[in-house]
């Protein structure tokens, strides 16, 4: 068949039902085909590709690699052609999927009470929410925007700084009346120090020491993967945290988490920027929207 008699857009259309709906029958039904013209379709790009994009059993549909990589690029282009249809038909109305990765602390205290707002105001646009800490690539995990902590490394990555934020180390009133009050750094050897699981860009406490700052390690017998894991231990008393001003801020004026060794914190903040792929051309409009939306709606303090 010739190359400008395929309708590319419509297989994808196809494939990416298949592979969302978990088989060829229940994606006959989304599409108003048959299970049988799915199939064929199927088949008729694998052959045109060249490659095998599903392993078929009798009891499930497995993506191979390739099909993997097919159905990611797929949904990514088809968002964009829905996108450019939508802005041609409705001066720019953004619509459209939004897959956004971020730390599950930016996620609990600034992203979901602000999304309500977002959505209202965009109601062509749907969201796919993914929670880590880690750091992701951007284009393998098919992520639009990327809300980060910490200093950006040079890259192909496009940033816009969303503030910074403060840190400060808290313990439950319950840890403190059990372990103490610390009040120097030599104190903190007697405390289980909570930390990360993975290894970060300062990996251990920034602390005031007598000849300059210090970086004193964790030492506590949990680590957990997330911020927002370490500030669950550290309200139910497993340890000492230190954390991001903004996540325990409502902790702190309730009572349930006391700030200590306030006069050793150096000062050190921790900045947060929306990332996104720098790939040249125009962003899509929904990606525009979400950024513009946290520039103004998603800000640290």
């Not at 060829?24 to 599409?31: D, E, G, K, L, T």
């Not at 450019?84 to 038909?89: D, K, L, M, Q, V």
């Not at 965009?122 to 639009?144: A, F, K, S, Y």
């Not at 945290?241 to 988490?257: E, Q, S």
């Amino acid at each position: 068949m010739a190359r400008s008699e395929v309708n590319r857009s419509g297989e994808m259309e196809v494939f990416v039902q298949v592979v969302e709906q978990g088989g060829f029958s229940a994606a006959a039904r989304v599409c108003l085909m048959t299970p049988s013209a799915v199939s064929k379709l199927v088949s008729r790009l694998e052959t045109r590709l060249g490659v095998r994009l599903v392993n078929r059993s009798t009891r499930a549909l497995q993506l191979t690699p390739e099909g993997c990589a097919f159905y990611e690029r797929s949904t990514g282009i088809l968002a964009d052609i829905e996108d450019a249809e939508r802005s041609a038909r409705a001066g720019e109305e953004p619509v459209g999927r939004i897959r956004i990765n971020t730390s599950a602390s930016y996620a609990a205290h600034i992203l979901t009470p602000v999304l309500p707002m977002f959505l209202e105001l965009h109601p062509g646009i749907t969201l796919d929410l993914v929670q880590t800490d880690r750091v992701v690539d951007l284009l393998t995990e098919r992520t639009d925007v990327a809300v980060r902590a910490g200093p950006m490394k040079s890259s192909s990555l496009v940033a816009r700084k969303l503030g910074e934020t403060a840190m400060v180390i808290v313990g439950s009133p319950a840890y403190l009346e059990r372990f103490g009050t610390p009040v120097s750094v030599e104190d903190l050897d007697k405390h289980s120090r909570l930390g990360f699981g993975y290894v970060r860009t300062v990996d251990g406490w920034p602390l005031k020491g007598k000849s300059g700052t210090i970086v004193l390690p964790v030492s506590g017998r949990v680590k957990a993967s997330d911020g927002e894991a370490l500030r669950r231990l550290a309200l139910t008393g497993n340890g000492l945290a230190r954390l991001a001003a903004f996540t325990v801020r409502n902790d702190i004026a309730t009572g349930r988490l006391i700030p200590v060794l306030n006069h050793l914190n150096p000062g050190d903040r921790e900045a947060f920027h929306a990332i996104h792929l720098g790939q040249g051309g125009p962003l899509p409009s929904r990606v525009r929207a979400l950024l513009d939306f946290l520039a103004d709606h998603g800000r640290v303090s």
